[in-house]
């Protein structure tokens, strides 16, 4: 993945160390529980109307954090309960990557009264019968809140061990910016990324059907272990370009420019300067730089656009002060820095400067 604004996955980036992963596969931190409160007797509350956790946690006067949500999945067409607390959000691809599944979709009210007989809103983990699976969060709260699988009514004061037992505890729930990096503990950034390569394990699926094997150290035949490893060759320069421009055009890096230098000829007539943007353009050339010589009968601000426009690294315009001094101007795109130079003192800056950056 390459950080960009414009890209079509969501990544997760540490601002302190090397990690990072696309929302899918970010992993949580373990919450540490710290110091068990004591237990307060479980209680069955009227909350009348109440299913929003923003609405029943005012009411009770409590965080969300303390509430514990119950979500109803179709994992496989077939229901399970998800417990999460209630300002977390279930992440549905490592909820189907723990319960080895194909497809899990969110059910709605009536698929969920049809698996449980319970409204949606008021729902709970207490005496389901169906497939309980719980966020690693759950595990450190006390005296939390859940639905009481009856209308208009909750349980408060809940604690696992006493009053619920959860045999089932994962890392469900979608990573934010408010959570720690899971490697280092400092503080993660989500910013938009364009996929450039990917690496798919085949497994021995394939191996398996062309029967490719080879003798382990006991001397007994197995099949390979197949990867795909792909790489967007178009996708690393639409990547380079979101992340190099400016708003004049692209900018692009030195390795990845289809030209290095781009020579604008502003002078058609004058001999002397159509000689030496040839001149220039041959020995550039010969030294092994990508060149683009610029020789339309467009006004001088055309082909200034146009050359910012294009992105090229470095922009040779030969025009007045060459024909009353001799001197050509360098412009470097990224930096927009300018210096005047003789032709022969041209050739060697640009042939200094790209043998350095590329090396």
Known sequence: ??????????????????????????????????????????????????KKVAVVSEFLKISSEDLVKTMVYLVD??????????????????????????????????????????????????????????????????NFVIGANEKNYHYINVNLGR??????????????????????????????????????????????????????????SQPFIMGCYGIGVSRIVAAAIEQNHDKDGIIFPLPLAPFQVVILNLGLQDVAMN?????????LLNNGID??????????GSKFKDADLLGIPYRITIGKKFSQEGLIEIKERRSG???????????????????TQLS
Do not use: W
């Open 77 to 142: 067409d077939k229901p399970v309960a998800v417990l999460l607390r209630g300002d977390h959000e279930v992440q549905p691809v490592k909820l189907k990557n723990l319960l080895n599944a194909i497809d899990v979709t969110l059910a709605d009210d009536k698929q969920i009264f049809t698996a449980t007989g319970v409204p949606n809103g008021y729902l709970g983990p207490l005496g389901l019968t169906i497939p309980v699976v719980a966020d690693y969060s759950v595990a450190a709260m006390a």
């Open 1 to 50: 993945m390459v950080l960009a604004a414009t890209g079509e996955d969501t990544i997760v980036v540490c601002s302190s160390c090397t990690y990072a992963a696309n929302l899918e596969k970010a992993a949580t931190r373990p919450v540490d529980p710290g110091p068990a409160p004591a237990m307060l007797p479980l209680t069955k509350v009227e909350t009348p109307g109440m």
């Open 337 to 355: 820095e300018t210096s005047t130079l003789s032709l022969n003192e041209t050739v060697a800056k640009l042939l200094n400067s790209i043998k």
């Open 163 to 220: 009053d619920l037992t959860i045999n089932t505890f994962a890392d469900l729930r979608q990573i934010s910016e408010a959570d720690p990096c899971p490697k280092c503990g400092a503080k993660l950034e989500l910013t938009r990324g364009i996929e450039v390569g990917h690496i798919f394990k085949l497994g021995v699926k394939y191996s398996e059907a062309m029967q490719a094997t080879f003798l382990d150290a006991e001397g007994h």
């Open 275 to 283: 000689s030496a943007s040839e001149l220039l353009y041959q020995s």
């Open 291 to 300: 060149v683009l010589l610029d020789d339309r009968d467009e006004r001088p």
